[in-house]
């Protein structure tokens, strides 16, 4: 709460924001409310263990790099004809009922500071719609951010017995003086019986922070499963989070990113069970090199009626340098006993014998550890789906490795 | 070995729980903490004005710290209230005589023990005991050969007097500082009573070292403290074994816990605490781990209404280790919010972190550790493994690991597990002729050995049995 957004941002700037999107009279109060709760908001959560915060977002400055009304992307958001994709406001025009019902519904515009202040100034987003029974692939979403800020808001309804993948990419274009901030928020929510698959893949350039809360609710018989892969962004805080609301609901969070210099990764891969027969899978694989850091949170919460729970979490994490850092807190918490749960947390270097073994076989050192590192993260490739996603996130490790 | 379990089986252990001395106490400091309670306390003890002024600063931190409310899933302390605690009950022994044998204790302190169900054969066999009762410890026993290798095992209020140059340096400065947390302040203000162990260089107490601990006064806490210095090249183990009847007012109980393990010294520390359920147990333990010096904690947490203890280690030496076993058992409205804490500081040090816990009956058990391995620490290796068993709907069971790894040539792994008790199993030792609730006990049992097997052979008993208390008639 020590952030003085509002010396740059005022009742005055939502109006403008809400009018020059023709926005109806229900999103511009949603807005305000959201501008007007900040004073009262922490920021997202983060760990704290004794003499240390893990992520420090009371010392970004964000009066130097919130500019809501001078926001410019370029963006393709395309699908195929049987699904809905559309540009946010288009959609606000053509299924206002829709949006109004849906916005909101899953991550609650006001549950933290740094939500609230998406919610009041996100100028661009997309609503992807999928009737009852359709089958849809390749669903693109390429966002280019051109400006010092950009606020984004995604919205994915599928209706019951219907499936969807979708491919998120983020990148920054041309060059902005200064630091830079990206605010993205995704709600997803899955009708009984649909099968969602959300891929993103962050690639920001290194002087933008990026704040990204990903929500899915799972109905019955629904699927929601997320990769979500970190490469680029100076400081990430990203929560990616499943609620498992209906009987045998399941989802899976598969997680990369690769840091290097000083970058600051703040991954958060959560599930609640609150249903019964449901099922999550929690995976995810990091690589640090130079002074960057990792900050992993994995929370698996079982509520008193998940009879029957099935929740598994894994995190590995490999330490290329000796000024980087890797912290984790895999959580358990269990209210319902009838349960089936497992998480584990390794941290290490690349094995030495490897090593040894590959440069015996004519090797040269660097280039042998390049391969263990691309070897080290097709444990979760092999769990992304989408072979488009994998290639890109491929070739963003190899583009990284050590020359 | 037989005969002493039939011992335990025939003390009707409920009572054991329910029986309650009547009081009989020399001095009673009054109710709440106010400088004038702490002068009161350093006074009757006679203490040096280094002590006093300790006391006094602590005194001083605890009045300015927070209690601890935002701990994520922490167990709820907001019936605790401090002032309604008398913090100072001096039995009426004149300890200052000293009672040098068993038969010299007064009649009705023998008889605590005996209701702890610590079996006279045992007893005889213990190589020393030292027990508090109220705050003060009232009997000591020592071998001859301890004494002639210089191996001191006394009361702390006798310590500071006797070993003051030793107290002085090593007391809540280095290891655990009242500045630590809001309950070691506290307790460095009011302290009183608890054991001092120092084993001189080169020595192994074969025996192990032992000190029973037991409130009996309603509305008391109990604030003792340990100190425990292994010198060089030495090995010590101390036990301590807590239980307490039930009151209806709420206790607390904030001890402290203090080690120093010298270079290639090895240190074990065991305890199995079992307050009332009524009690807020409330613990600092540290220990500092030299050159090549070995820890052991050893901890069952079984009773109490809540918990929060992290007996932590700083190994500060190079290829220092640290292995941690915990058990924690939560039944109807207790909360055990147990862990771990270690820090490596130094290259190729290790340590190990296994963690039990059984929740029961609306209980809750959680899981709390931090694991840190600082930048320069290389070589260093930890490995966690915390499972935990649950029996029914209503309890819930926690794990909140934390590690900060800011060391790349380390091998760090965390691994946790919950579950409920496999109804395979239960199938299996019944077809074998076991009812339901004797093959749940035995999984039980079984689940819990590698804590048990750490023990000596009555405390082990007594773990045994009183997981058997904790789980008779409740289950099916």
């Given at each position: 709460?020590?952030?003085?957004?509002?010396?740059?941002?005022?009742?005055?700037?939502?109006?403008?924001?809400?009018?020059?999107?023709?926005?109806?009279?229900?999103?511009?109060?949603?807005?305000?409310?959201?501008?007007?709760?900040?004073d009262?908001?922490?920021?997202?959560?983060?760990?704290r263990?004794?003499?240390r915060?893990?992520?420090?977002?009371?010392d970004?400055?964000?009066?130097?790099?919130?500019?809501?009304?001078?926001?410019?992307e370029?963006?393709?958001?395309?699908?195929?004809?049987?699904?809905?994709?559309?540009?946010?406001?288009?959609?606000?025009?053509?299924?206002?009922d829709?949006?109004?019902?849906?916005?909101?519904?899953?991550?609650d515009?006001?549950?933290?500071?740094?939500?609230?202040?998406?919610?009041?100034?996100?100028?661009?987003?997309?609503?992807?719609y999928?009737?009852?029974?359709?089958?849809?692939?390749d669903?693109?979403?390429?966002?280019?951010m051109?400006?010092?800020?950009?606020?984004?808001?995604?919205?994915?309804?599928?209706?019951?017995?219907?499936?969807?993948?979708?491919l998120?990419?983020?990148?920054?274009?041309d060059?902005?003086?200064?630091?830079?901030?990206?605010?993205g928020?995704?709600?997803?929510?899955?009708?009984?019986?649909s099968?969602?698959?959300?891929?993103?893949?962050?690639?920001?350039?290194?002087?933008t922070?990026n704040?990204?809360?990903?929500?899915?609710?799972?109905?019955?018989?629904?699927?929601?499963?997320?990769i979500?892969?970190?490469?680029?962004s100076r400081?990430?805080?990203?929560?990616?989070e499943?609620?498992?609301?209906?009987?045998s609901?399941?989802?899976?969070?598969?997680?990369?990113?690769?840091?290097?210099?000083?970058?600051?990764?703040?991954?958060?891969?959560?599930?609640w069970?609150?249903a019964?027969?449901?099922?999550?899978?929690?995976?995810?694989?990091?690589?640090l090199?130079?002074?960057?850091?990792?900050?992993y949170?994995?929370?698996?919460?079982?509520?008193s009626g998940?009879?029957?729970?099935?929740?598994?979490q894994?995190?590995?994490?490999?330490?290329l340098?000796?000024?980087?850092?890797?912290?984790?807190?895999?959580?358990?918490?269990?209210n319902?006993?009838?349960?089936?749960?497992?998480?584990?947390?390794?941290?290490?270097?690349?094995?030495?014998e490897?090593?040894?073994?590959?440069?015996?076989?004519?090797?040269?050192?660097?280039?042998?550890?390049n391969?263990?590192?691309?070897g080290f993260?097709?444990p979760?490739?092999?769990?992304v789906?989408?072979?488009e996603?994998?290639?890109?996130?491929?070739?963003?490790?190899a583009?990284?490795?050590r020359? | 070995?037989?005969?002493?379990?039939?011992?335990?089986?025939?003390t009707?252990?409920e009572?054991?729980?329910?029986?309650?001395?009547?009081?009989?106490?020399?001095?009673?400091?009054?109710?709440?903490?106010?400088?004038?309670?702490?002068?009161?306390?350093?006074?009757?003890?006679?203490?040096?004005?280094?002590?006093?002024?300790?006391?006094?600063?602590?005194?001083?931190q605890?009045?300015?710290?927070?209690?601890?409310?935002?701990?994520?899933g922490?167990?709820?302390?907001?019936?605790?209230?401090?002032?309604?605690?008398?913090?100072?009950?001096?039995?009426?022994?004149?300890?200052?005589?000293?009672?040098?044998?068993?038969?010299?204790?007064?009649?009705?302190?023998?008889?605590?023990?005996?209701?702890?169900?610590?079996?006279?054969?045992?007893?005889?066999?213990l190589?020393?005991?030292g027990?508090?009762?109220?705050?003060?410890?009232?009997?000591?026993?020592?071998?001859?050969?301890?004494?002639?290798?210089?191996?001191?095992?006394?009361?702390?209020?006798?310590a500071?007097q006797?070993?003051e140059?030793?107290?002085?340096?090593?007391f809540?400065?280095?290891?655990?500082?009242?500045?630590?947390?809001?309950f070691a302040a506290?307790?460095?203000a009011?302290?009183?009573?608890?054991?001092?162990?120092?084993v001189?260089?080169g020595?192994?107490?074969e025996?192990?070292?032992?000190?029973?601990?037991r409130?009996?006064?309603?509305?008391?806490?109990?604030f003792?403290?340990?100190?425990?210095?292994?010198?060089?090249?030495?090995?010590?183990?101390?036990?301590?074994?807590?239980?307490a009847?039930?009151?209806?007012?709420?206790?607390?109980?904030?001890?402290?816990v203090?080690?120093f393990?010298?270079?290639?010294?090895?240190?074990?520390?065991?305890?199995?605490?079992?307050w009332?359920?009524?009690?807020?147990n409330?613990?600092?333990?540290?220990a500092i781990?030299?050159?090549?010096?070995?820890?052991e904690?050893?901890?069952g947490?079984?009773?109490?209404?809540?918990?929060?203890?992290?007996?932590?280690?700083?190994l500060?030496?190079?290829?220092?280790?640290?292995?941690?076993?915990?058990?924690?058992?939560a039944?109807?409205?207790?909360d055990?919010?147990?862990?771990?804490?270690v820090?490596?500081?130094?290259?190729?040090?290790?340590?190990t972190?296994?963690?039990?816990?059984?929740?029961?009956?609306?209980?809750?058990?959680?899981?709390?550790?931090?694991?840190?391995?600082?930048?320069?620490?290389?070589?260093?290796?930890?490995?966690?493994?915390?499972?935990?068993?649950m029996?029914?709907?209503e309890?819930?069971?926690?794990t909140?690991?934390?590690?900060?790894i800011?060391?790349?040539?380390v091998d760090?792994?965390?691994?946790?597990?919950?579950?409920?008790?496999?109804?395979?199993?239960?199938?299996y030792?019944?077809?074998?002729?076991?009812?339901?609730?004797?093959?749940?006990?035995?999984?039980?049992?079984?689940?819990?050995?590698?804590?048990?097997?750490?023990?000596?052979?009555?405390?082990?008993?007594?773990?045994?049995?009183?997981?058997?208390l904790?789980?008779?008639?409740?289950?099916?």
């Open positions: 709460m020590s952030t003085q957004v509002h010396a740059t941002i005022d009742e005055g700037t939502v109006r403008e924001l809400s009018d020059s999107l023709d926005e109806p009279e229900w999103l511009l109060e949603t807005r305000l409310s959201a501008l007007e709760a900040l009262g908001l922490d920021m997202p959560s983060v760990i263990t004794p003499g915060e893990w992520t420090n977002l009371h970004l400055d964000f009066e130097g790099f919130v500019d809501p009304l001078n926001a410019a370029d963006k393709d958001q395309v699908g195929p004809d049987e699904v809905e994709v559309l540009p946010f406001a288009e959609a606000v025009d053509e299924h206002e829709l949006v109004r019902e849906q916005f909101g519904s899953v991550v515009p006001e549950e933290d500071y740094l939500t609230a202040l998406s919610t009041a100034l996100f100028s661009t987003g997309t609503v992807v999928v009737p009852e029974g359709v089958d849809a692939e669903v693109t979403v390429r966002t280019e051109n400006s010092q800020s950009l606020f984004n808001y995604t919205l994915v309804v599928t209706e019951e017995s219907s499936s969807v993948t979708i998120e990419r983020q990148s920054t274009g060059d902005v003086s200064g630091e830079r901030y990206y605010s928020i995704v709600e997803v929510a899955a009708a009984e019986n099968h969602v698959q959300y891929g993103s893949l962050q690639n920001l350039s290194e002087e922070y704040y990204t809360l990903k929500r899915g609710h799972a109905d019955t018989y629904a699927t929601i499963n997320w979500e892969g970190n490469i680029g400081l990430t805080k990203s929560s990616v499943t609620y498992l609301q209906g009987d609901s399941e989802s899976q969070i598969v997680g990369a990113f690769f840091g290097h210099e000083d970058q600051h990764f703040d991954v958060n891969a959560r599930v069970h609150e019964e027969h449901t099922t999550a899978d929690l995976v995810t694989r990091g690589v090199d130079d002074e960057a850091r990792s900050v949170e994995g929370v698996q919460d079982v509520g998940a009879w029957d729970t099935n929740s598994y894994r995190e590995n994490t490999l330490m340098s000796d000024e980087s850092e890797a912290d984790a807190s895999p959580k358990l918490i269990i319902n006993h009838d349960t089936e749960a497992s998480h584990s947390a390794t941290v290490g270097q690349v094995d030495e490897d090593l040894f073994y590959m440069e015996t076989r004519g090797t040269d050192p660097q280039t042998a550890e391969m263990l590192v691309e993260f097709v979760v490739l092999e769990e789906a989408v072979d996603l994998r290639d890109d996130l491929q070739e963003l490790v583009a990284r490795l020359e | 070995m037989s005969s002493d379990q039939d011992h335990l089986k025939e009707d252990t009572k054991r729980f329910e029986f309650k001395k009547e009081e009989s106490a020399a001095v009673t400091s009054d109710k709440g903490l106010t400088e004038e309670v702490v002068r009161m306390i350093s006074d009757d003890k006679d203490e040096p004005e280094w002590m006093l002024e300790r006391r006094l600063r602590a005194l001083k605890y009045q300015q710290m927070p209690m601890p409310t935002d701990w994520p922490q167990p709820d302390l907001s019936e605790l209230d401090v002032e309604e605690i008398v913090p100072y009950i001096r039995p009426d022994v004149d300890k200052r005589e000293g009672a040098d044998s068993w038969d010299d204790l007064p009649e009705d302190i023998q008889d605590t023990f005996e209701k702890l169900g610590i079996p006279e054969a045992e007893r005889k066999a190589s020393g005991v027990a508090q009762y109220e705050s003060e410890v009232v009997y000591q026993n020592m071998q001859e050969q301890w004494e002639e290798k210089g191996v001191v095992f006394c009361n702390m209020d006798e500071v006797e070993h140059e030793l107290v002085k340096e090593h809540m400065t280095k290891c655990v500082p009242p500045s630590d947390n809001k506290l307790h460095g009011v302290w009183s009573g608890g054991s001092f162990v120092y001189p260089e020595v192994t107490v025996m192990p070292v032992q000190a029973y601990f409130m009996n006064s309603e509305g008391m806490g109990q003792e403290h340990t100190l425990i210095i292994a010198e060089e090249g030495s090995e010590v183990h101390y036990i301590e074994g807590c239980s009847p039930k009151y209806g007012t709420h206790n607390l109980h904030a001890g402290g203090e080690v393990v010298g270079e290639d010294a090895h240190v074990q520390y065991s305890t199995v605490q079992n009332s359920k009524n009690t807020f409330l613990n600092t333990k540290r781990a030299e050159k090549g010096g070995t820890m904690w050893v901890s947490s079984m009773g109490s209404k809540a918990t929060m203890l992290y007996p932590s280690t700083i500060k030496g190079r290829g220092a280790t640290d292995n941690h076993i915990t058990i924690a058992f039944g109807e409205g207790q055990i919010d147990t862990g771990a804490k820090y490596h500081n130094a290259p190729n040090t290790k340590s972190i296994e963690s039990k816990s059984i929740a029961k009956d609306g209980g809750r058990t959680n899981y709390r550790g931090l694991v840190q391995i600082a930048d320069g620490a290389e070589g260093s290796s930890t490995a966690v493994e915390c499972d935990a068993l029996f029914d709907n309890s819930t069971s926690d909140m690991p934390y590690m900060e800011q060391e790349s040539k760090v792994a965390h691994e946790a597990t919950v579950g409920k008790i496999g109804d395979e199993d239960v199938f030792l019944q077809s074998r002729g076991l009812d339901d609730d004797d093959a749940k006990q035995m999984i039980v049992s079984g689940f819990i050995e590698p804590i048990t097997e750490e023990l000596p052979i009555e405390y082990a008993v007594e773990l045994n049995r009183l997981i058997e904790e789980m008779e008639g409740s289950l099916g």
